[in-house]
């Protein structure tokens, strides 16, 4: 995991030009491949490396996916977006101030989700339509020269990993009115031909489940007859 210092927020009294060619050139000098902080529930199950693109197929995942940058420090960037929900990004650790929203760059989404590459480690990007390889290829090559993440909600020609929820059960007051208090959800990462990896998580945290122990059965008595 990487122990460099995350970039700090933009000098109002400086070039803010000058100050995103520092950041460019931080991007570029970090090591190819690096692991990029994780939440610890999706740590073992799906490392992020820098350079790599993962897709998801909600928005809770992006968020997750997102949040272990966040909350170790650096900069995170939402793209296509309109429905970022501020509460449940910062239950899941991250920052608001160091996250960047474009929530709806329309037909320039391309050189949009490049810019923010350039400055940001992760970035999430809901693309408004179906992705060519040619634009993906764009943004590979991107992310690779600035060590950066991306996260696609949707799909996505070349991914590292898919990630996708299977099952999803939420849990609340056992009954009448009240709030829900947490979701469990089981959670596949696809690379490849590869058989999936799984693991369940519980929300608010994407942190790691406790098994569910087994039902115990109580015995039955046997029923007596009754004399007479």
Not at 20 to 42: D, H, K, N, Y
Not at 75 to 91: L, M
Not at 118 to 130: G, H, K, Q
Request: a neutral charge.
């Amino acid at each position: 995991m990487s122990t460099r210092p995350a970039l700090a927020p933009l000098d109002p009294a400086r070039s803010v030009v000058d100050q995103l060619r520092e950041r460019v050139a931080a991007m570029e000098s970090r090591p190819a491949r690096e692991q990029v902080p994780t939440l610890p529930g999706l740590a073992e199950l799906v490392p992020l490396h820098a350079g790599d693109t993962y897709a998801v197929d909600s928005a809770g995942l992006a968020l997750a996916l997102a949040a272990g940058a966040s909350a170790a420090g650096e900069w995170v960037g939402f793209a296509g977006c309109p429905d970022f929900g501020a509460e449940a990004a910062a239950e899941l650790g991250l920052a608001l101030e160091r996250t960047v929203l474009v929530p709806d760059p329309g037909e320039h989404w391309l050189e949009v989700t490049a810019a923010l590459v350039d400055v940001l480690r992760v970035v999430v990007l809901r693309p408004p339509s179906a992705v060519d390889a040619r634009a993906a290829g764009i943004l590979d090559s991107r992310l690779r020269s600035r060590s950066a993440v991306l996260v696609v909600h949707g799909e996505w020609p070349r991914v590292a990993a898919r990630l996708s929820v299977e099952e999803s059960r939420w849990t609340g007051p056992a009954g009448g009115q009240g709030r829900l208090v947490e979701r469990r959800a089981r959670v596949a990462v696809r690379r490849g031909a590869r058989p999936p990896e799984r693991a369940d998580l519980v929300w608010p945290g994407a942190r790691p489940a406790a098994p569910i122990a087994p039902a115990v059965r109580e015995p039955v008595a046997p029923l007596r007859q009754a004399s007479g």
